[in-house]
C-alpha cells in the first residue's frame, strides 16, 4: 500500500500536498465553515438579500410618512380639509350631486368614431 502512494506521489507530485494531513484538515474545516455550520457562506447571502430588501421598504415608508407629513401640515383650514375629502374620497354636501367624468373613457370613445 506504502508502496502505490509512494508510486502515485511520485508520478502526481500534487497528491504529496493534497495527503498531507494539515490540508486535509484545513479543507475538511474550510468546508464545514462554508455550507454545513450555523453561519455558513450561503445562509449568510440570503439574508443579507432579505436584509438588503428590508431597507428598501423601511426607505420607501419613510418617505411615504413624510409625504403624508407634509400633506396633513397642509389641512390646517376647514375649506382645505372639505376640498382634499372631495377630490380624494368624493364626499359631497347634502343635496349635492357629483358627476365623475373619466377623461381616459371619454377620449376613448371619440376615437373609436
Known sequence: MKKLLTKLKT????????????????LFFVTWLLFF????FI????????LEKLEENRDYYKEEILKDEQAI???????DIEKYARE??????ENED????????V??????K
Open 11 to 26: 508520478k502526481y507530485p500534487f497528491l504529496k500536498w493534497v495527503t498531507n494531513r494539515f490540508v486535509l484538515v484545513t
Open 43 to 50: 445562509d449568510h447571502k440570503s439574508i443579507n438579500e432579505e
Open 73 to 79: 401640515k397642509k389641512l390646517h383650514r376647514m375649506e
Open 107 to 112: 377620449s376613448e370613445s371619440d376615437s373609436k
Open 98 to 105: 357629483i358627476y365623475i367624468i373619466d377623461i381616459e373613457t
Open 37 to 40: 455550520d450555523t453561519y455558513a
Open 88 to 93: 380624494k374620497y368624493y364626499m359631497k354636501r
